[in-house]
């Protein structure tokens, strides 16, 4: 009977633990941002979708999935609203790997890195 109620409270324990240990989302992300070349167009991600250069998406390291962020570059002030569906960019200093077309709505494709503020909209899963 001892034994059962030990397992209970370790079984308790270990539960909550585990709920307190979940990350969550940051409200606001600053740093820069880098994008995706055309040679990666068409190559598997880290969520296991295929990268296409021509959707509103972009690289994290570790938003969750389907996160979707509002990118503000600061240099001219244009917005894009982009889903996370990779990992990265693994450079420091950088916070967001931008697909193309989200590259090019922001004006940063001539100078490929660029200071950003990302605001989180939606948490994914």
């Given at each position: 009977?001892?034994?059962?109620?030990?397992?209970?409270?370790?079984?308790?324990?270990?539960s909550?633990?585990?709920?307190?240990?979940?990350?969550?989302?940051?409200?606001?992300?600053?740093g820069?941002?880098?994008?995706?070349?055309?040679?990666?167009?068409?190559?598997?991600?880290?969520?296991?979708?295929?990268?296409?250069?021509?959707?509103?998406?972009?690289?994290?390291?570790?938003?969750?999935?389907?996160?979707?962020?509002?990118?503000?570059?600061?240099?001219?002030?244009?917005?894009?609203?982009?889903?996370?569906?990779?990992?990265?960019?693994?450079?420091?200093?950088?916070?967001?790997?931008?697909?193309?077309?989200?590259?090019?709505?922001?004006?940063?494709?001539?100078d490929?890195?660029?200071?950003?503020?990302?605001?989180?909209?939606?948490?994914?899963?």
């Amino acid at each position: 009977m001892r034994f059962i109620v030990v397992l209970i409270c370790f079984s308790v324990f270990f539960s909550c633990a585990h709920k307190n240990s979940v990350k969550r989302c940051p409200e606001v992300i600053k740093g820069y941002a880098s994008y995706y070349g055309k040679k990666y167009h068409r190559r598997k991600t880290a969520s296991g979708e295929i990268y296409n250069m021509y959707d509103y998406t972009a690289a994290h390291r570790f938003l969750p999935f389907g996160s979707i962020i509002v990118v503000k570059n600061l240099k001219n002030g244009k917005k894009v609203k982009v889903r996370i569906n990779d990992r990265g960019p693994f450079v420091r200093g950088r916070v967001l790997d931008l697909s193309y077309v989200a590259a090019k709505k922001l004006g940063m494709i001539r100078d490929g890195i660029v200071p950003v503020i990302a605001t989180v909209i939606r948490c994914g899963n």
